[in-house]
């Protein structure tokens, strides 16, 4: 399984069929999903490693024999969430089918245990053929999703079952087998995660306990429903999350840059971030010595929230956290009003709950006065639910 939850594996079968799965593998891209094409190796009569390379980004190979230090096979079968065979002939459906590993992309679905897809395309008198059909049952019978052929015009002159079908027939299904719709395509979203630190001199900060999980699990379901995804993380582990951009910042001031500089082009704004609300008046230039460190002075630091939310053209959704321990909800939708936020997700985090965990409770509030309770849910089932609110806000 991948970081991003989105990785590809496109089989290529030797079919004319192949120039048409040109158009899949960019259908996929903008969908949101990060593709490897595996073509078989006589495939490449018909669309060559290098258009491959050029549409998806990445190496084309269609044999273990290449790259043995990387065992490709192994690798792509750990990375790839979902494996979509497309075109699928007879001979590669029939390989399929007796779990052969004679090339590379049937050592990968050996390897794999990722859901595949498989599209095949060819005569219709070769579709219809027992032994076809009954390669296509077993195949079924172990869990692999076939698409049935389009009826239609065939290469050369005759006409039946067996065509491949259009890009967004196989698009729509391989969204389906999936389970994830790319509901969010073509949105902008920026999302703070972690927690700001400011410096009292050159080696103590003010800081808190956030850990960024909640942040980047956000980001992640935000890029899994298609979403075109920014991040700001505050003192975040150095994680990454593939197609994902992600901005490193340590203060609430470089936040604050960030954010200005980012906010207009986005469409929802994520406010996950602990951010600190005050800081040194003066920042030492050195170490403090124990003697010189009895008291802080601080002022202030700006409501980020806030300043977004005063500058907000119409359209765009912003999503705040409230962290309490005490007056929970009374203090959130006070909180909710001071800073203009259409959705906020509040969190008793008394003892420093919350931080840290993999697990959340609290609450989801919105402008309208709409209230849902959450008990122990994985940060990242969170995350989807708190998309869905967006979702409903953007209608
Ligand atoms: O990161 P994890 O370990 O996964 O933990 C998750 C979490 C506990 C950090 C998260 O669930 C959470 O509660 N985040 C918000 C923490 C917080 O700063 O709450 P607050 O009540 O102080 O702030 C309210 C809102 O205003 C927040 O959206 C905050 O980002 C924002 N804010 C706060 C202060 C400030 N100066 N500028 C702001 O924009």
């Not at 999703?145 to 065939?154: A, F, K, S, V, Y």
């Not at 050195?286 to 002022?299: A, D, F, Q, R, V």
Request: hydrophobic share 45%; aromatic share 6%.
């Amino acid at each position: 399984m991948s970081a991003s939850g989105r990785e590809v594996v496109l089989g290529v079968g030797a079919g004319i069929a192949a120039y048409k799965a040109c158009d899949v593998v960019r259908r996929l891209q903008d969908h949101g999903f990060l593709v490897t094409v595996v073509p078989t190796p006589s495939s490449l009569n018909f669309v060559g490693a290098a258009t491959w390379e050029a549409l998806s980004g990445r190496e084309v190979a269609t044999q273990v024999w290449e790259n043995i230090p990387g065992v490709a096979h192994v690798r792509l079968a750990q990375e790839a969430d979902f494996i979509l065979i497309a075109p699928a002939t007879a001979d590669l459906i029939s390989r399929l089918a007796q779990g052969r590993a004679d090339d590379l992309l049937t050592n990968v679905v050996l390897a794999s245990g990722a859901p595949i897809m498989v599209v095949p395309a060819m005569h219709p008198h070769m579709w219809t053929n027992p032994g076809t059909m009954e390669n296509v049952q077993m195949l079924r019978s172990r869990g692999f999703t076939i698409l049935d052929p389009d009826i239609g015009r065939l290469t050369g002159p005759d006409v039946g079952v067996g065509r491949f079908p259009d890009t967004a027939r196989i698009i729509e299904n391989f969204e389906g087998m999936v389970g994830t719709t790319a509901d969010l395509l073509g949105r902008k979203i920026l999302i703070t995660a972690g927690g700001t630190r400011e410096p009292i001199d050159a080696v103590r900060y003010i800081g808190n306990r956030s850990s960024g999980k909640q942040g980047f699990a956000i980001a992640q379901a935000a890029f899994a429903r298609g979403a075109d995804v920014e991040l700001i993380a505050a003192n975040c582990p150095d994680l990454e999350i593939e197609g994902v951009h992600i901005t490193r910042v340590e203060t609430t001031q470089e936040m604050q840059t960030v954010l200005e500089a980012r906010f207009d082009l986005c469409d929802i704004l994520v406010m996950c971030a602990a951010v600190a609300d005050a800081k040194p008046a003066y920042v030492h230039e050195g170490k403090l010595s124990k003697e010189e460190y009895t008291s802080i002075s601080l002022i202030k630091n700006p409501d980020l929230l806030a300043e977004m939310s005063s500058r907000r053209r119409e359209g765009q959704v912003l999503v705040g956290f409230a962290a309490e321990t005490q007056d929970h909800l009374e203090s959130a939708r006070a909180k909710m009003e001071r800073k203009g936020v259409d959705i906020l997700y509040v969190n008793d985090v008394t003892g420093g709950a919350i931080f840290g965990s993999d697990i959340t409770s609290g609450t989801i509030l919105t402008r309208s006065g709409g209230k849902m309770e959450v008990n122990d849910a994985a940060k990242d089932t969170l995350a989807d639910v708190l998309l869905d609110h967006v979702l409903f806000q953007l209608g």
